[in-house]
């Protein structure tokens, strides 16, 4: 079977033209996969339609960001209000306070928020803050996790970087990232001993307390446990980077799921319900070191933009809502258990590994806990699948170490066909 993608061929011939790569975000060319991407035209529910008229089931869902689906009337309406009062001020709106308010609600260790515009902005403004608050130059991360593209943290990072063989990027200086300490993900004693050996230098211990840039990793029993004990024994800043997992695996994040508490937590996607938007919070005492009321600068022209915030207040209120989080769950569990049921009729060793609404399909046979055996699973087998699923009408993310994300609007209907589809494609990897 093979699709008509006529039109988005010629836009892409036509972008990279005058685009590098003729994408915004590198992992959107869909070279990893083997193939050229389709150009989307619009979105509804839980599918998307490109310019050729092909609709799909979407698993991108904007990278996790749309967890009410596409276009979701509530949000549309909240969105279309703010932007007939006007687009941006570059002054205090009262909708700032309701979305911080909201973020507070949901997460203890949020005391106090402070808005940006992409969860690489957040990263980088609370490593900024752990380390003005410590008086420290030192990081520690964790191999195969990705927390946006700021100097210091792209070293051995998940995700496109990983995708496009480019762990540590040109152009970053040596001297930038000699204060970042790597670990292994779900290794606590290579933390203990990376965390031990700096513990006079170390500002921060930065994590996404679910890994979903190397692909969906959990974190091992008493792994971020682990990592809280040890912040509190060294004096250094826990930070969770919840950008993916925030309000998504649970309206109060992973902290709320594995009942831990970090002192800094940075956020994005779901807050801003598809526009862009990102966030970091954490202790009152750290958050009072932020300009104007401490010396730590950060500032931003759309920062709090009333879009974003009103986008964001819809799709938090649509995410508590009665049945809401167990609506996202349960999706999520009907989704992974029909993909291990197809796979496994098909006689295809893959590994499907899920938190909440949010899961990974790994080309390989057994689990996934770190980025050395994440990156065993066979991404040649991935590619093909991947053109499989597109071309019976199922769009996922371009790359195997990429979370596939589910939304309120994907009913037992879609993942149905979703199943059904993987079957056909486990079984006839090439008829397409």
Not at 54 to 77: C, Q, R
Not at 106 to 116: D, K, L, N, S
Not at 144 to 173: K, M, R
Not at 246 to 263: C, K, L, N, S, T
């Amino acid at each position: 079977m093979t699709l008509n993608t006529r039109r988005s061929d010629e836009a892409f011939r036509r972008a990279a033209d005058v685009m590098p790569g003729g994408v915004s975000s590198p992992v959107r060319a869909c070279s990893a996969v083997g193939a050229a991407p389709v150009f989307i035209a619009s979105g509804a529910g839980p599918r998307i339609r490109d310019l050729d008229g092909n609709t799909f089931i979407d698993y991108v869902m904007s990278w996790g960001a749309l967890a009410a689906g596409h276009a979701h009337p509530k949000v549309v309406e909240a969105v279309r209000k703010a932007l007939e009062a006007g687009s941006s001020f570059g002054a205090p709106t009262v909708r700032e306070t309701l979305l911080a308010e909201r973020i507070r609600e949901a997460m203890p260790a949020v005391q106090q928020v402070r808005f940006v515009t992409s969860g690489t902005e957040a990263v980088m403004s609370a490593v900024r803050l752990a380390r003005a608050a410590t008086g420290r130059p030192g990081i520690l991360k964790f191999e195969g996790c990705y927390h946006g593209h700021a100097d210091a943290l792209l070293v051995q990072a998940g995700s496109g970087a990983t995708t496009f063989g480019t762990p540590s990027s040109p152009g970053v200086p040596a001297e930038v990232t000699r204060h970042t300490l790597l670990a292994r993900y779900n290794d606590l004693e290579s933390a203990r001993r990376a965390a031990e050996a700096n513990r006079d230098a170390l500002a921060a211990i930065l994590v996404e307390p679910v890994a979903g840039n190397m692909g969906v990793v959990p974190p091992a029993p008493l792994f971020l446990e682990g990592l809280r004990d040890l912040a509190d024994r060294t004096g250094a800043i826990l930070v969770f980077d919840e950008v993916m997992t925030g309000f998504r695996i649970a309206r109060g994040g992973a902290q709320e799921r594995y009942g831990v508490r970090p002192d800094l937590v940075t956020l994005g996607k779901v807050i801003g319900g598809g526009l862009p938007v990102g966030a970091y919070g954490g202790r009152r005492d750290l958050m009072r070191l932020v300009s104007p009321v401490g010396p730590v600068y950060q500032a931003g022209t759309l920062a709090g933009n009333p879009l974003a915030m009103a986008a964001g207040i819809a799709t938090l209120d649509l995410l508590v809502e009665p049945g809401a989080q167990q609506a996202l769950e349960a999706a999520g569990h009907r989704l992974g258990i029909g993909l291990e049921r197809a796979a496994a009729s098909a006689k295809i060793p893959v590994q499907v590994q899920r938190v909440g609404s949010m899961l990974t399909v790994f080309f390989r046979a057994g689990p996934v806990r770190d980025w050395n055996e994440a990156r065993a699973s066979d991404t040649k087998a991935f590619g093909t699948f991947w053109r499989g699923m597109l071309a019976r009408g199922v769009y996922l993310p371009p790359s195997q170490f990429e979370a596939w994300f589910v939304s309120l609007s994907h009913g037992e209907g879609e993942i149905d066909r979703t199943v059904e589809s993987a079957a056909e494609a486990f079984r006839q990897p090439d008829a397409v």
